[in-house]
């Protein structure tokens, strides 16, 4: 009995989660669009700055890169794994539950990686609003993910 009613918890919590790995990924994709349009012109004649990184973006700190490429990475193992959770919330059974909970574990792991640089980007400053709505989701995620895993190990039979 205990365990059916964890099942509207972990739906309210994936339906959460799935809808802020979508912000993050929608503010990540404009993130990495403004890099790449707005980046190091590299021409035959054109020598690298001294700073050069292949990670630059004009926005934000010397974080902002490796940021940005990891809440995609984490955003789109996130949204991933929303599939097999939504699979398990249907059947609910012991049988799908290694798949929702190895989805959601990778999911959190990448989430919380993500985080660390977004905290390291909030240490340096220099960023734009849409950068700490960014760190504001990943570090509201890393709490959310974690609990949704914990909600779905509510399956006993």
């Given at each position: 009995m205990a365990e059916q009613q964890m099942?509207?918890?972990?739906?309210?919590?994936?339906?959460?989660?799935?809808c802020m790995y979508a912000i993050v990924l929608g503010i990540g994709a404009w993130s990495m669009n403004k890099a790449i349009s707005h980046?190091?012109?590299?021409g035959a004649?054109?020598?690298?700055?001294?700073?050069?990184?292949?990670?630059?973006?004009?926005?934000?700190?010397?974080?902002?890169g490796f940021f940005v490429m990891?809440?995609?990475?984490?955003?789109?193992?996130?949204?991933?794994?929303?599939i097999s959770g939504f699979s398990h919330l249907q059947s609910w059974t012991t049988a799908s539950l290694p798949a929702a909970v190895s989805a959601a574990t990778i999911a959190w792991s990448l989430t919380v990686l993500?985080?660390?640089f977004g905290c390291k980007?909030?240490?340096?400053?220099?960023r734009n609003a849409r950068l700490r709505t960014m760190e504001a989701f990943l570090i509201i995620l890393s709490a959310t993910q974690l609990l949704y895993i914990?909600?779905?190990?509510?399956?006993?039979?």
């Amino acid at each position: 009995m205990a365990e059916q009613q964890m099942k509207p918890v972990a739906s309210l919590l994936l339906l959460l989660n799935f809808c802020m790995y979508a912000i993050v990924l929608g503010i990540g994709a404009w993130s990495m669009n403004k890099a790449i349009s707005h980046g190091f012109p590299i021409g035959a004649d054109f020598s690298l700055p001294a700073h050069f990184s292949p990670i630059y973006f004009p926005m934000g700190n010397a974080a902002t890169g490796f940021f940005v490429m990891f809440a995609l990475i984490a955003g789109v193992a996130g949204a991933a794994s929303v599939i097999s959770g939504f699979s398990h919330l249907q059947s609910w059974t012991t049988a799908s539950l290694p798949a929702a909970v190895s989805a959601a574990t990778i999911a959190w792991s990448l989430t919380v990686l993500a985080m660390g640089f977004g905290c390291k980007e909030i240490e340096l400053g220099m960023r734009n609003a849409r950068l700490r709505t960014m760190e504001a989701f990943l570090i509201i995620l890393s709490a959310t993910q974690l609990l949704y895993i914990a909600a779905i190990y509510g399956v006993r039979n």
